[in-house]
């Protein structure tokens, strides 16, 4: 966060400054941090969530951005590694590519999508572009995007939402 505050453009360059290193080692440390297994939980109420998405037979897919290695971890930590997943780097992409979101449709034909996020500059234009439902997870709490409102509606979602579990009764209120 200090580095963020300080407008650094290249943080691992400024780690190596900061703790004394020789700029040499830079890509030993992007690939240390690229390559480990994150602790990390998900959210209270997504467990649930996925309980019951599932038991009302909802297809459930990841769409990420990063490194697939990085991504593929952080997946695996949080137990969600049985659910397909598409991974900006596998398809040469970055949001608001269509790639991703091209490839769900075509994995499940003519059903009725749904795209929850939590970054109003790029993560939902390009669902809202192809007619999906998009849905705000405000109940990310150490929020890493500002949540200012924009006047491009393709940059908002339709709905901000402040519990995971909110979202099977929205999505249900819309049949």
Do not use: M
């Not at 952080?74 to 397909?84: C, E, R, V």
């Amino acid at each position: 966060l200090e580095a963020k505050s300080r407008g650094v453009k290249d943080l691992w360059a400024w780690i190596c400054n900061e703790k004394s290193l020789p700029i040499s080692i830079k890509e030993s440390i992007l690939w240390t941090y690229r390559l480990h297994s994150p602790s990390i939980k998900l959210f209270s109420g997504v467990d649930e969530l996925l309980i019951k998405l599932k038991k009302y037979n909802a297809n459930i897919a990841i769409l990420t951005d990063g490194r697939s290695i990085s991504q593929r971890l952080k997946i695996n930590a949080l137990g969600l590694n049985n659910i397909p997943l598409f991974i900006s780097e596998e398809f040469q992409s970055l949001k608001p590519d269509r790639k991703k979101f091209l490839a769900v449709e075509k994995s499940w034909p003519k059903f009725n999508y749904a795209y929850i996020a939590d970054n109003p500059c790029k993560d939902f234009y390009t669902p809202k572009q192809l007619n999906w439902i998009t849905i705000g997870a405000d109940w990310v709490i150490e929020r890493l995007y500002s949540r200012k409102l924009t006047s491009d509606t393709f940059q908002e979602p339709d709905i901000w939402l402040k519990d995971p579990l909110d979202v099977a009764s929205f999505l249900l209120n819309l049949k």
